[in-house]
């Protein structure tokens, strides 16, 4: 008897999948637009699993799902050369280095964060990685702000923030907002429901994620960041809101000191900025703390890929859902811009800090330098700085 004649290039493709994303999560650096053009490469001109209209397609549809955009679109690729097994494994891969690298450091960081050579190296890399998110709010920023009203709807989510409302609530109600607004002027009700119910079942969360004083355990920390990837718009740097919102302000999990570090270990490990995740996980609980929160922070984007991939084509033709998705992107810009200003407060703290805020920002704009090299480069200096 001869076996399935489809099983060897199905285990072909899949070993195929491991390969690629397992190198790619090793060595993307440089945020979500550098790890989609690497796949783009990749992908496309390389390997021509896709055509170039599909790998567009498929990153149109990431822009309306919640969650990491270049994980997810790892994800679909692997489903559609290889199916579900494919979806799990292209993921999987992409994710793993990065999450490992970073819960070795974590461990090191517990073991070692107290001494004066640690502390000089995250000296230097704090400032660095508000000049980071900076140049990525200006960048998006330059993209998604579209119109005078998505620039008075950013603005007034700021303003929002900034007073206290909750972050879910003032992504979401800029998205529902935006949505508003073009029903109102096309005069169409035929897809108010859903979103509606998009946003009240979005809503229904929020209470929990308010509540202060929450005891820390490690259920509480997996709905945590199963929540935040499950609602999580627009740039992974977005996560920032919603860590200090829930981990620093209203649950004291975590210092304000701390959370910057977890920033800047995500910023000189390659792979996905949510990986910010595995690094807190460890902190806060150790290695299970570790897999909790990463398993937590990546399972909804498996779960949105799975569920949105046979309605790319509908979704990028609806006005509305777009219309709902440029509103959430200038809400995710306003927490953006409202946790760089918070965060920059702790980072930058002396003329030292300040100029080498200001050089790396120079840096980015002007230069176009790669913020790994950034990164690498202000720890040395706050490192040699420390032992000198």
Same mark, same amino acid.
């Given at each position: ?241 919603? +860590? &200090? ?5 209203? =649950?004291?999990? *975590?210092?304000? %000191? ?5 920033? /800047? #270990? $995500? ?97 980015? +704009? &002007? ?5 790994? =090299?950034?990164? *690498?480069?202000? %720890? ?5 700085? /420390? #032992? $000198?």
């Amino acid at each position: 008897m001869t076996g399935d004649p489809a099983a060897a290039p199905r285990r072909r493709a899949l070993w195929e999948l491991a390969r690629l994303f397992l190198k790619l999560g090793t060595t993307a650096f440089g945020g979500p637009a550098a790890h989609v053009a690497m796949m783009e490469d990749e992908v496309v001109q390389r390997r021509r699993w896709l055509s170039r209209d599909r790998f567009l397609d498929l990153l149109g549809a990431t822009n309306l799902i919640p969650g990491p955009n270049s994980t997810e679109m790892a994800i679909h690729v692997g489903y559609l050369r290889a199916g579900w097994r494919g979806l799990v494994v292209a993921g999987s891969c992409f994710i793993l280095p990065a999450a490992l690298l970073v819960g070795a450091i974590a461990a090191a960081y517990v073991r070692f964060g107290a001494l004066p050579q640690v502390a000089g190296l995250l000296y230097g890399v704090k400032p660095v990685v508000i000049a980071v998110v900076a140049q990525a709010l200006w960048r998006l920023g330059r993209t998604a702000i579209k119109s005078t009203t998505l620039a008075l709807l950013a603005v007034a989510a700021v303003v929002l923030n900034a007073l206290g409302v909750n972050e879910l609530a003032v992504l979401f109600g800029a998205g529902l907002a935006m949505m508003a607004g073009h029903i109102a002027r096309s005069r169409s009700s035929r897809t108010t429901s859903s979103l509606s119910l998009l946003g009240v079942g979005i809503g229904s969360l929020l209470p929990e994620a308010a509540v202060a004083g929450v005891p820390f355990g490690l259920w509480p920390l997996f709905w945590f960041f199963a929540k935040v990837g499950a609602v999580l718009f627009g740039s992974g740097y977005v996560l920032l809101a919603f +860590l &200090r919102a829930d981990l620093v302000e209203h =649950w004291h999990w *975590l210092t304000e %000191a701390q959370l910057l570090d977890a920033v /800047a #270990i $995500g910023q000189i490990t390659p792979g996905p900025v949510f990986t910010t995740a595995t690094f807190i996980g460890y902190v806060l609980g150790g290695a299970p703390g570790a897999v909790i929160a990463t398993v937590g922070i990546f399972v909804p984007a498996f779960f949105f890929v799975a569920a949105s991939g046979p309605l790319v084509p509908r979704l990028r033709r609806s006005p509305t859902a777009g219309a709902f998705l440029d509103g959430v992107n200038a809400g995710a810009l306003a927490l953006m811009a409202v946790v760089t200003w918070q965060l920059g407060g702790a980072a930058i703290v002396d003329v030292t800090t300040a100029l080498l805020a200001a050089a790396s920002l120079v840096l980015l +704009l &002007r230069f176009r330098v790669n913020s790994a =090299w950034l990164v *690498l480069g202000a %720890a040395a200096i706050g490192f040699l700085g /420390a #032992i $000198g």
